[in-house]
């Protein structure tokens, strides 16, 4: 099962709409086929098992990291492969929470007569599925905020002019988390400040990229950014209000950014929508870096599940713009609401990783 976890977290990032699987099918002890969910979501990790596997996977046992699927989507049920397959035993880590699926696939290997182990490593199994789990349990993804902060707790130079915070191994950390996640959002204000291209710059993960989410409540997305140069190859997709422009709507859908109008609320794009809108386009996993009022607004309704600091050894000033807007950043690190759960160095800057409880 531990291979299988580890098989399956190859798919985070990149799954999406499915959940990330591994699967490993063993007989007399010999591993003889493995699999994750491959990008897009299909083929699902079974089957991918099962292909390999061949003939061998007859009277075998397969670990998989969540319940097969049962029913009928763009590809057949994973549970009839499995039986068309003749394994003899499934050993799961977690019961799928889809309502499609909610222990029917279980039911029909058993009565197909396939001996079935359920709950096996399921708090790790838990963790690497939570974003699927909260995307069929409350209908959003799982959201994860990444701040950096220099030591006397700013986020940038006075008039939100960005600085360099962390160093390279720290920034790497970042593009490695991009990589595993579904999507990454910003509000528009760190687009015009920093023009990022929001990519995962690793060596080769060029592809891996996230969808880039801006909210920008009245189109002010320049044409020549480097996120509507990229949109083309890595999807952008901007949420507006409906008093936006639709020429400029036009123009940005020309160059390949999706637009998404949703109704503003007192504070403008209210985020619960948002958050529902990119449930509703397969979004899992949200990572969100950007910037101080995103943030912050964020906390304010209880949205975060996970937090990523990293502390830098500079400092900015009294001038510098905090990290959070309107708060201290004491209202994430002694919230009542989210622990820390690691502490890690990296190069010269320290990673702190809070999660919900």
Known sequence: MQLALTLGRRGLGNAWPNPAVGAVVVKDGVVVGRGWTQPGGRPHAETEALRRAGE??????????????SHHGRTPPCADAIIRADIARVVSALRDPNPKVAGEGYARLRAAGIA???????DEALRDHAGHIRRILDGRPRVMLKLAVSADGKAALPGRKPVPITGEEARARVH???????????????????????????????????????LDSMLRLPLDSQLVASAPDIPVWVF???????????????RGVTVIRIAAGKEGLPLATVLQA?????????????????AAALLRADLVDEAVLLHGLRTIGPDGIDALDGLALRALTASPKLAL????????????RYERR
């Open 56 to 69: 061998r996977a007859k009277g075998a046992t397969l670990y998989v990291t969540l319940e097969p699927c």
């Open 278 to 294: 990119l449930a509703e386009r397969g979004i899992t996993r949200l990572m969100v870096e950007g910037g101080p009022k995103v």
């Open 341 to 352: 759960v690691q502490t890690e160095t990296i190069g010269g800057d320290k990673l702190e």
């Open 176 to 214: 490695l988390l991009r990589a595993m996640n579904d999507a990454i959002l910003v509000g528009i204000g760190t687009v015009l400040a920093d023009n990022p291209a929001l990519t995962c710059r690793l060596p080769g993960m060029l592809a891996q990229s996230p969808v880039r989410v801006v």
């Open 240 to 254: 507006c209000t409906p008093a936006a422009s639709g020429d400029k709507e036009r123009l940005l859908a020309l």
């Open 116 to 122: 079935v182990a359920d709950g096996l490593c399921a």
